[in-house]
């Protein structure tokens, strides 16, 4: 089995009233919560990721439980989702690709829900940017919620560590006003099917 070593984890939150135009009575909240840890097989090339993808399972839901406790939200508010890496320079994409599985499984598990969770990843140096997608909890093709959250951490990951991340939010985008899927519509599971 492979131990995790966690150096630190950070949190984001932002609450937005207004993207230019009419404020909203109740702000949009997003956040993310990341965690830089030591990467096992950096400067190597390792076949089996399996015991790597198992010891991330625990960290999931520790991110997981972060996140919402710093969001200061119930799971039944949280309506968009998302996972992101960033693998150091000495690592491989996909030792970061194994965050899939149990970053996903995390995040659905604590908010009891099924959908897809969006995710980006790259290979980068300490305090470069990560962009991760959000998507609603309920159907990838509801267009309000394709949103994002930006996040860096100034001294991480270095080059031999991956930083980790989920992310959630309380909604679609404030002005959100290009149709199609409404969220209520993918709540009852109506659109396309994946």
Known sequence: ??????????????????????PVEH??????????????YAGR???DLSDWMKALEELGATLARRLLDALELEGSAIESF????????????ETGAAWHAPGGAA?????GVRGFVSAGQIIGNAGDRLHIPLVSVHSPWVRSHFDGIDISVADGPRPNEVLFALAMSNGGR??????????AEGERGEGPKF
Not at 1 to 22: P, Q, S, T, Y
Not at 107 to 111: A, D, E, H, S, T
Request: charged fraction near 25%.
């Open 174 to 183: 404030v002005h959100a006003r290009l149709g199609g899927l409404t969220f």
């Open 1 to 22: 089995m492979v131990e995790l070593a966690c150096r630190k984890i950070a949190v984001f939150v932002e609450d937005i009233w207004h993207d230019g135009g009419k």
């Open 27 to 40: 702000p949009l909240r997003k956040g993310a919560a990341a965690a830089i840890v030591a990467n096992p």
């Open 82 to 93: 998302g996972k992101g890496t960033i693998v150091g320079i000495n690592g491989d994409i």
């Open 107 to 111: 995040i659905k598990k604590l908010l």
């Open 45 to 47: 090339y390792v076949e």
